[in-house]
């Protein structure tokens, strides 16, 4: 098979070896979006949409989030390619600063957004439900962002097993409070969709509090702890994090943009419609959040090789990354497409959302190619530290194509769901060829 064949076969071992922690991490992620939809959506169809709209766009803001962490990869991965550890913990902490102040300005567009909920246009009956979970999810926004910055380092120095075994834990945490809190077990409360929102707000309190607490007090950090608390405030180095981090940041958000804000095109439709969406989300992170688990292998070792000048390693590391990604795809696919008609039954009873969610696969595993292309190359881009072209590129696609697109098929045509979610196969097959015209203009 070529894709372990000669002189990719070194590479996709590495890759694999960082990776599949990294995926087996996400995994977890998947199970607790999936347990939380399945658990709401048989609580009721109602509380089913609401999480549908709140959780598609309060992820834009973690997604952003998310993408401002990622400016740490190239930085730390350069400097543990070259051997130069005492610089990693004050690199870390002044990580953890920009990230705050950048949490800070995430927090004030969410309290407006809280405050316009009902200008959405979305169905009034929803929005007294929307609101405590929305709020909720506001409050563990910090928690994220500071679990971001460590889970950054951890992978940049190639220890992909930590963040596994923290998140893997704060998941099964998160299904034990959802079963406690959404169906009130054993004498507590029956809180419905507010229980699943508190426990994911637990859940993330401990995931942070567990990363900081090896980070500081792990005997095998303790080269980089030690520079944590001798380094200082460096302007420079902020700089360097922020020109790194708001591009990344804006590159993933407006990708996310794509599906987040079509969830108002998607509420325009109507409750159904928005709870097929749910489900449609939840499966798409499948592929999504093993992508990236791939994708951030690829950066890590990117940077690794472009700390050291090897470009040849650098181009080959790329290579390496889609084939493996699409060999993912292709299995992943299969059975998601097999299932298409039985997929929604885990989470509700409808057959109007069962019908629409079989029809709306086909459009999902069209636009893998085009996913697995965008997701492999724009972490290569992060890894050599070209980020600002992305930035352009995202702003095309997502905003100058997929948004537009997915209004005219789905409202202007009457396409319904499945018209707006045809735009993404367009957008994101877009992205990634823009991506990899880029990265080999720049390593050749």
């Not at 200008?119 to 928690?143: C, H, K, T, W």
């Not at 950054?152 to 097993?161: E, L, P, S, V």
């Not at 190359?377 to 050599?384: D, H, M, S």
Request: glycine share 10%; charged share 10%; aromatic share 12%.
């Amino acid at each position: 098979m070529q894709i372990v064949s000669g002189k990719y076969r070194h590479h996709c071992r590495a890759l694999l070896s960082l990776g599949v922690p990294i995926v087996v991490g996400q995994i977890g992620n998947i199970v607790l979006g999936f347990a939380d939809t399945l658990m709401v959506g048989h609580h009721s169809m109602e509380e089913l949409a609401a999480a549908s709209f709140v959780n598609t766009m309060f992820m834009l803001f973690v997604i952003f989030g998310m993408g401002f962490s990622y400016g740490l990869t190239p930085i730390i991965g350069n400097h543990y390619g070259r051997g130069e550890t005492d610089r990693i913990g004050t690199v870390v902490r002044g990580g953890l600063l920009a990230n705050t102040l950048m949490c800070a300005v995430l927090l004030a567009v969410l309290a407006a957004m809280y405050l316009n909920l009902h200008r959405l246009g979305q169905p009034d009956e929803l929005l007294p439900l929307m609101r405590p979970y929305l709020l909720v999810n506001i409050a563990s926004l910090p928690f994220v962002c500071w679990m971001n910055t460590f889970k950054q380092f951890y992978d940049a120095i190639g220890d992909t097993k930590t963040p596994m075994y923290v998140l893997v834990g704060g998941n099964v945490m998160n299904i034990v409070g959802n079963w406690l809190l959404i169906y009130g077990v054993a004498g507590l409360p029956e809180l419905g969709l507010l229980g699943a929102g508190l426990s994911t707000l637990l859940s993330r309190v401990a995931m942070a509090a567990a990363f900081a607490l090896l980070f500081f007090l792990a005997p095998r950090y303790s080269a980089y702890s030690r520079g944590f608390r001798h380094g200082r405030a460096e302007w420079a180095l902020l700089r360097r994090i922020n020109a790194l981090g708001w591009p990344l940041a804006l590159q993933m958000g407006m990708e996310s943009a794509a599906f987040s804000l079509s969830a108002i095109l998607v509420g325009w439709i109507g409750t159904t419609a928005l709870a097929a969406h749910q489900v449609m989300i939840t499966v798409s992170q499948l592929f999504y959040m093993v992508y990236y688990g791939m994708g951030a292998a690829v950066a890590v070792r990117v940077s690794y090789f472009h700390g050291q000048g090897d470009l040849a390693s650098v181009r080959a590391m790329a290579a390496a990354g889609f084939r493996i990604i699409m060999a993912i795809a292709c299995v992943v696919a299969v059975p998601i497409f097999m299932l298409r008609g039985h997929i929604s039954l885990l989470f509700t009873d409808s057959a109007e959302v069962c019908l629409l969610v079989a029809q709306t696969v086909i459009p999902l595993i069209a636009y893998q190619f085009g996913d697995g292309l965008q997701c492999t190359y724009a972490n290569a881009l992060r890894g050599i530290s070209c980020v600002r072209p992305m930035m352009y590129i995202a702003f095309f696609s997502y905003f100058v194509v997929s948004l537009p697109l997915g209004w005219l098929l789905g409202i202007r045509l009457g396409m319904g769901l499945v018209g707006v979610w045809w735009a993404f196969p367009v957008c994101l097959t877009c992205a990634g060829a823009l991506y990899r015209w880029c990265f080999s203009k720049r390593v050749g």
